[in-house]
């Protein structure tokens, strides 16, 4: 009876190549952790130059794999690696990086565990890297929650601090929430679509048109996502975790995980509500729709108010998820118009901005960062009269603050550049509409975005001390990067907007 | 309703019938309970009830992916405990309250 | 198939009521318990639905092991056991119009939906069939999962570790 329940399991076809960028990661975070266990608590900082070496190794894999050419397949299409796909792994490889940087010297002089940590950090950006090849709900839900469960701890990193304890416990219910609403929205995909994999489920879509359950169902994972990018009205979470959290976890928090909640939608709704002819997509765009403008004018209105910069640049990145949404809205709407040729080129629009939106804000973050390690302190005040004290921080922060704004020549320009073009090809009376809230919002972003740009210039110094900031190397290594990512981008947009183009 | 209407045999809707009950009771829990341990265990209780669901269409499908889904579902929310109560631990090491309206220090 | 009507209207009863418990008890470890027996009620429902390997792991790793870890939670952090005020917050009424236009629309499309689907319990799924599913077709997934449990792990320590 016993040999008739063995079964013989055929080894599949393993694509070492495909994989080598993620192998590099775990390999990372293998060294990573027994290094801190082999180094004396005073020397275990030194893990950060590990972590750091391993995220460019990992980069090495992807170079070699652009230039390889062809798209990979793996297991049927539940696994690809094309150059949508590499282009993201990159994007979070780089902004782990920066956010080791932003890292090194801030948990060196605290009373943190250092090598878990960036173990902690790597983890989540090996969920990442899964992500962007994942087109297989369970792939999907495994990696998002590999990205999520590692940033519950990171922001709860400050154990012995209340606002750490609060950040974690807010941001963990709400994590957790959210995947259960994603996931009982994907167990009704599956049962009627009864297929796991995006292409399989966008066939059915393609065939049937959707389904009212299909549309409740995916309003539930929706809802989901829209948790984990902290769209309005499930945003209420954000603000408080980001001031709570260590700040180069915000961070993080504010670019790589909310990236990867963007990928794991985009995943979702444009490979599997979406393709091949688009036709399920007016089940899902108003729902991105109205998602996109509560969270521009909310986020937007509110970060007006804000008296600490990282609370208002919480809210501003709560708006500027808004912004991302709007190119996906168009998507949709065109879709549902019967063009997914211009439904292609929107979505590349949200990939772009994302792109632009990781550099300036990771910039912005670590001149916080770099300000905070004189002034103790995150309010907007605390900024008067930086000009006379440091007047190259505060050029650079002037810069990622304007090309958040959307000023021309900074990055951020090409970032609301490509968001209206795909406006303004969608071309109907909804895309139009939420054309005009993103402009308004828009203007509305100067001026809370002018505040601290206003008290470095015009505000006198609060304190007499004229001692210039120390920027430790890593940290100024990571404003160097991000500052000529942002000035580069915004003289010459070619750049990205030929990464945009190869990944759909 | 013509389901409901003929008790002879069970179907797949009867399950799912069921998990949409948990799933509403799970959530309402959530809302009206402020133990922290309560609400995490209100979410154990959507997933279940999402798990019902996919093995009920595992069923009905005859597809093996809805067991090997919820197999996934149940390590990821053991691992999602285990920080979940890590957490609860830290914090109650600095304060002695587990409610969540108490936790209010950051608001607006 | 009768019995097995009766079987499943006994537990999803049970099931029910003890979710209901979870969510109205005034005692955290009485709700923990309770939400031992929904848990149990499940692992019985996936074996009427011929699906054990399911089942066990859920008996294994739900109420072996996640219920443990919450009792422990419990039994650290002291939570109230005979609270003086209620564990309930102000939200009541606008969480019965939540559950109300939830379970109507789920309940009503699913029966809309799936009405003529039967379960056919003759046809058990083999444990061996799922092994070697999650180890072809959902080999990825699988080396994530141990990933994230390595990291799980080691978060919560470094938060659960006193110093």
Redesign the interface.
């Known amino acids: 009876m016993l040999s008739a329940a063995t079964v013989h399991i055929a080894t599949p076809a393993f694509d070492w190549h495909a994989f080598a960028p993620d192998l590099v990661l775990v390999a990372t975070m293998v060294v990573v952790l027994v290094a801190d266990l082999l180094l004396p608590d005073r020397e275990s900082w030194r893990t950060s130059s590990i972590a750091a070496v391993g995220l460019l190794g990992a980069l090495v894999p992807i170079a070699t794999l652009v230039h390889s050419g062809h798209d990979r397949n793996l297991f049927n299409g539940a696994y690809v690696v094309d150059h949508y796909a590499l282009a993201l792994k990159a994007f979070f490889i780089i902004a782990t990086y920066i956010t080791v940087l932003l890292s090194v010297d801030y948990i060196r002089e605290g009373d943190y565990y250092k090598g878990e940590f960036y173990f902690l950090l790597l983890v989540s950006t090996f969920g990442m890297s899964i992500m962007a090849s994942s087109r297989d709900l369970i792939s999907l839900f495994v990696a998002l929650e590999t990205i999520s469960i590692p940033t519950f701890v990171l922001a709860t990193f400050r154990k012995h601090d209340r606002a750490s304890n609060e950040a974690g416990v807010k941001y963990y219910l709400i994590g957790v929430l959210s995947s259960a609403l994603m996931l009982y929205g994907m167990s009704l995909i599956y049962g009627v679509t009864g297929a796991t994999k995006l292409s399989d489920i966008a066939a059915y879509m393609s065939q049937h048109g959707t389904v009212p359950l299909v549309a409740v169902a995916m309003f539930l994972s929706l809802v989901g996502f829209a948790f984990k990018v902290s769209a309005v009205p499930f945003h209420f979470w954000a603000p408080d975790t980001y001031e709570g959290a260590p700040t180069p976890v915000t961070a993080f928090l504010s670019v790589a995980s909310k990236a990867g909640g963007f990928v794991a939608l985009i995943n979702i709704v444009y490979f599997g509500f979406f393709l091949p002819n688009g036709r399920a997509a007016d089940s899902w765009w108003p729902v991105l729709w109205v998602l996109a403008a509560l969270s521009m004018t909310l986020g937007n209105l509110v970060a007006l108010r804000q008296t600490n910069i990282v609370r208002m640049l919480a809210y501003s990145s709560v708006a500027q998820g808004g912004f991302m949404l709007v190119p996906f809205a168009a998507a949709g709407i065109a879709g549902a118009d019967g063009h997914p040729g211009k439904a292609a080129a929107a979505m590349s629009a949200v990939v772009i901005y994302l792109l632009i939106y990781g550099a300036m804000n990771l910039g912005a973050f670590a001149v916080v960062i770099a300000v905070a390690r004189r002034t103790r302190s995150a309010e907007i005040s605390s900024y008067d009269g930086l000009w006379e004290i440091a007047p190259g921080l505060a050029v650079v922060m002037g810069i990622f603050l304007a090309s958040l704004a959307g000023v021309p020549f900074f990055a951020g320009w090409f970032a609301k550049f490509v968001m209206f073009r795909a406006i303004i090809d969608a071309g109907t009376g909804w895309a139009i509409a939420l054309g005009i809230i993103a402009a308004v919002n828009s203007v509305i972003a100067f001026f809370y975005y002018a505040r601290p740009i206003r008290a470095m210039i015009f505000h006198a110094p609060t304190t007499e001390d004229r001692t210039p900031i120390v920027i430790p190397q890593p940290l100024f290594a990571a404003i160097a990067l991000t500052v000529s990512v942002v000035v580069v981008v915004g003289i010459y947009p070619q750049v990205f907007a030929r990464v945009g183009e190869l990944a759909f | 309703m013509s389901a409901l209407a003929y008790p002879d045999h069970i179907t797949a809707t009867y399950y799912l019938v069921l998990a949409a009950i948990l799933f509403t009771i799970g959530a309402v829990g959530l809302l009206v309970r402020k133990n922290t341990l309560v609400m995490f265990m209100c979410i154990e209780l959507m997933l279940n009830a999402a798990n019902l669901t996919f093995v009920s269409f595992a069923n009905a499908l005859n597809d093996i992916s809805g067991q090997v889904i919820v197999f996934f579902t149940l390590v990821v929310a053991a691992a999602e405990v285990a920080v979940g109560l890590a957490i609860i631990v830290a914090i109650f090491r600095r304060r002695q309250s587990v409610n969540a309206d108490d936790v209010d220090l950051l608001k607006g | 198939?009768i019995a097995?009507?009766v079987v499943?209207g006994i537990i999803?009863a049970a099931?029910?009521l003890g979710?209901?418990g979870?969510?109205r008890t005034k005692n955290?470890v009485h709700?923990?318990l309770y939400?031992v027996v929904?848990?149990a009620g499940?692992a019985a429902?996936?074996i009427l639905?011929?699906?054990e390997?399911?089942a066990w792991?859920?008996v294994l790793?739900?109420i072996g092991?996640?219920i443990v870890?919450?009792l422990?939670?419990?039994m650290?952090?002291?939570?109230?056991m005979h609270p003086k005020d209620s564990?309930?917050?102000d939200?009541?009424w606008?969480?019965?119009v939540?559950?109300l236009f939830?379970?109507g629309?789920?309940?009503g499309?699913?029966?809309?939906?799936?009405?003529?689907?039967?379960?056919?319990?003759q046809?058990p799924?083999?444990t061996?069939?799922?092994?070697?599913?999650?180890?072809?077709?959902?080999?990825?997934?699988?080396e994530?999962?141990g990933?994230?449990?390595?990291?799980?792990?080691?978060?919560?320590?470094?938060?659960?570790r006193?110093d």
């Open positions: 198939m097995e009507n499943f999803a099931m029910a979710a209901i979870v969510v955290v709700a923990a939400l929904v848990l499940g429902q996936f639905l011929g699906q390997f399911v792991v859920q790793v739900y092991a996640v870890l919450f422990f939670g419990i650290l952090t002291r939570a109230p564990l309930d917050n939200l009541r606008p969480a019965a939540t559950s939830l379970v629309i789920l309940v499309l699913l029966v809309h939906t799936f009405h003529a689907d039967k379960v056919d319990v046809r799924v083999r061996a069939d799922v092994t070697s599913s999650i180890f072809t077709t959902y080999i990825v997934p699988f994530v999962v990933v994230l449990l390595l990291g799980a792990l080691i978060g919560a320590v470094v938060l659960a006193k």
